[in-house]
């Protein structure tokens, strides 16, 4: 029997209340993508009859999302920073947390009209370099990740937005970068512990755990970034780092102990530090 795109989405909303938050929206998201049709069509044609090939994608993407599988790697599509972004298995999924370490870097040079150069450390998605691009096509973004499939994203990702101020080098945090003249370089590393991550494997057990997981204490890349960071950086450059709601405090010891100064956390809108800079003056 051929289901209409109102019969559908209620029998898909009955299936995902027992594992989504809003299975309503995430219905509407799947079914939208199966028909290449922006929400607002599932309203206005909800009669509309699907034909079989629609109804087997759709089921198909239903008993991904009944596993687990996150909405984003599904459709293969994330917002962020307002850009449509692609997304894969190769890249962790852009969240809306991360806008603030957008937010810190655009607020620092708001009034500064004079172009600059900034990293992207772990560029995954390029959700970061790309959304900084897009708000200052003078900027010269270079983004870098060790992962050679993340990167072909990021490229695609940039191609798509046609950014051409974003350059893409492989490699391990620092050591990809093609120089040492840098006014901000940026970065949201790992940060959960060996420890924690039982806690949060059923969430994230889709997303690329090297990503996610930095050691025993969540710290490590952190550490990395702060020591090397300082001789890719402009003298009075400033680098910046998003970190777990809990780990401010360690963060601000990490980067003085590496000799940074003008150290602070920046807060969420839930009031949790997030984001710690600091600033280089060899």
Known sequence: MQNTIQQSLRDAIYQLALIADNPSLEAEILLGHVLQKPR????????????????????????????????????????????????????????????????????????????????????????????LAHERPDWEIVATDVSHGALQIARKNAQQLALGNVYFYQGSWCSALPGSDFDVIVSNPPYIGEAEWEAYRAELEFEPRSALVSNLDGLDAIRTISQSAKYYLKPGGYVFVEHGFLQGTAVRKIFAAAGYSQIHSVRDLSGHERVTTGQYLP
């Open 40 to 131: 607002s069509y599932l309203h206005s044609w909800s009669e509309h009859i699907l034909n079989d090939d629609q109804t087997r994608q759709f089921n198909e993407c239903l008993v991904r999302r009944c596993s687990k599988e996150p909405v984003a790697y599904i459709t293969g599509r994330r917002e962020f920073w307002s850009l449509n972004l692609l997304v894969t298995r190769d890249t962790l999924i852009p969240r809306p947390e991360t806008e603030l370490l957008v937010e810190s870097v655009l607020d620092l040079y708001r009034s500064n009209l004079v172009p600059i150069k900034v990293a992207d450390l772990g560029t995954g998605s390029g959700a970061i370099g790309l959304a």
